[in-house]
């Protein structure tokens, strides 16, 4: 190879790999906590309507009270919740539906003037593991790797889809839900734990069975929107075959959902810890900027159907340390991840926070900031 070859390839290397670097941060993941988020400047919300999203596993896995953590939410002056009907907890038994849990929670929200995105699953709900198919729906473990399409797993859909007529049924005289949102991440892989992935004609006849039970509420689709230049390759390169769950919701959904994590921890390195912290390079803004403008051109809503607003690190479990807080998130990197969202379109139709469970179990330690980060927000557009 010529020395003008090899220097033009020393230079495109570089040309991709800088902005995958320039979005690359080391640090310490227990940062001293700040007062900014009591002065930073709070986006005007608009015609946008704010919210948050109730993780009914996640407020287990943190020990809280359920029911009193979802009370003290609902006390807060937005108007829009997020609730998941998690299949394995409705059906313990397989023909058994035991609703109860879910109607008190949804008694809460009326009662509290809210109104309220449904999702229905029904294989997956958001909250980790994300995965709530009852054990007596599962033939056999679904194998990694496969597209699960609708006649080839015909045992998996067809309780799928009654399970979803029935919740949808029960649940549609209900005035405060305005909107079902038919699976989480739909045609996505289940995270980095599994390789299986919904195929698009699975997901079609969920939502084809949603709205023979209601003809008259919108349909939810969500999707992670790539941050950086390195998630949106690995997004792209595991969903090539079919696309991603943002190209189908563009496609099939009343509403587009997107999932917004500026930062996330990518490994640890003894004291230090690596982070993706993406969001602001002109790729992500073309990005962004087209399929907004695709999602207008065919007559979509769009909202934020998560706005990282708790820690992402490198375990599953939030780190709640008493003496400072989480690099992926603070009570600041939360207002500014809000802020961002809220700049990128006068149309956004709606923003809910992700994480309020762990603003309570911070709460409890002692560290009231993400709360009162969220409160601000809420004064701000009166």
Same mark, same amino acid.
């Given at each position: 190879m010529s020395r003008g070859r090899i220097a033009a390839a020393t230079l495109g290397a570089a040309a991709l790999t800088l902005p995958v670097v320039s979005e690359l941060r080391v640090a310490r993941p227990v940062q001293p906590p700040t007062q900014d988020w009591q002065t930073l400047p709070i986006q005007p919300a608009g015609r946008t309507r704010l919210g948050l999203s109730f993780r009914l596993p996640q407020a287990d896995a943190l020990g809280l009270d359920a029911a009193a953590a979802l009370e003290r939410l609902l006390a807060y002056p937005f108007p829009l919740l997020r609730l998941g009907a998690y299949w394995n907890r409705l059906e313990p038994a397989r023909g058994r539906l035991v609703p109860d849990e879910l109607d008190r929670h949804l008694d809460a929200a009326e009662r509290a003037g809210k109104q309220v995105f449904l999702a229905v699953g029904a294989v997956k709900t958001f909250g980790y593991p994300e995965f709530f198919v009852p054990a007596h729906h599962l033939r056999r473990p679904i194998r990694e790797g496969v597209l699960v399409h609708a006649d080839d797993h015909a045992w998996l859909l067809e309780p799928a889809i +009654? =399970?979803?007529?029935?919740?949808?049924? #029960?649940?549609?005289? #209900?005035?405060? *839900? /305005?909107?079902?949102? !038919?699976? =989480?991440?739909s045609v996505d892989p289940l995270g980095?734990? =599994?390789?299986? #992935?919904?195929?698009?004609?699975? /997901?079609?006849?969920? *939502? &084809? &069975? !949603?709205?023979?039970?209601?003809?008259?509420?919108p349909i939810l689709l969500n999707g992670f929107l790539p941050m950086s230049i390195p998630v949106a390759a690995q997004q792209w390169w595991r969903t090539r075959d079919q696309g991603d769950s943002l190209a189908f919701a563009l496609d099939h959904a009343d509403i587009v959902g997107l999932d917004v994590y500026p930062r996330h921890g990518l490994v640890s390195l003894g004291p230090l810890t690596v982070y993706l912290d993406g969001g602001q390079r002109p790729f992500e803004r073309r990005l962004r900027a087209r399929l907004l403008a #695709? &999602?207008?051109?065919?007559?979509?809503? !769009?909202?934020?159907?998560?706005?990282? &607003?708790?820690?992402? +690190?490198t375990v599953v479990k939030p780190p709640d340390p008493r003496a400072g807080v989480m690099y992926s998130c603070s009570p600041e990197q939360m207002l500014h991840t809000y802020n961002t969202c809220l700049r990128w379109t006068p149309d956004l139709d709606a923003y809910l926070f992700w994480g309020a469970e762990y603003w309570l179990l911070r709460d409890q330690g002692g560290d009231p900031s993400y709360l009162r980060a969220f409160a601000r927000v809420l004064e701000a557009q009166t």
């Open positions: +009654e =399970h979803l007529t029935r919740l949808v049924a #029960r649940y549609r005289q #209900r005035a405060c *839900i /305005v909107g079902w949102q !038919v699976e =989480h991440e980095l734990e =599994h390789s299986w #992935r919904l195929a698009a004609d699975f /997901v079609q006849s969920e *939502i &084809a &069975a !949603v709205k023979r039970a209601d003809p008259d509420r #695709r &999602a207008r051109a065919r007559g979509r809503k !769009v909202m934020v159907s998560e706005g990282q &607003a708790e820690p992402w +690190e």
